[in-house]
Nanobody, 121 residues
């Protein structure tokens, strides 16, 4: 099976920066798109950013210009660098990955357990 483990969350002051990491492990043939989502208390989970295996990135408007998603394909790892953090960025951040378990099969979606990011003074 496949496991995704996020790390790097915590408490940061407004205007600060934080870098989240997510490592995928297990029976992985390849990983297609990797994404970050977040869920604030009382809100639905929302998509934050995506990166394809070739490095094409996209972002939700609320983080565009303040965040950078990147990945290390050799390490099956995706990162989210967040700068100029605001209180409204407070949420549990989840990693999602489309994983191929073997050649010529459809990729399956996997989720991490989430990491809490709190932006507060």
């Amino acid at each position: 099976q496949v496991q995704l483990v996020e790390s790097g969350g915590g408490l940061v002051q407004p205007g600060g920066s934080m870098r989240l990491s997510c490592v995928a492990s297990g029976s992985i043939f390849s990983i297609n798109v990797m994404r970050w989502y977040r869920q604030a208390p009382g809100n639905q989970r929302e998509w934050v950013a995506s990166i394809t295996s070739s490095g094409f990135t996209s972002y939700v408007d609320s983080v565009k210009g303040r965040s950078t998603i990147s990945r290390d394909n050799a390490k099956n790892t995706v990162y989210l660098q967040m700068n100029s953090l605001k209180p409204e960025d407070t949420a549990v951040y989840y990693c999602n990955a489309e994983v191929q378990l073997s050649r010529n099969v459809q990729p399956l979606g996997y989720w991490g357990q989430g990491t809490q990011v709190t932006v507060s003074s």
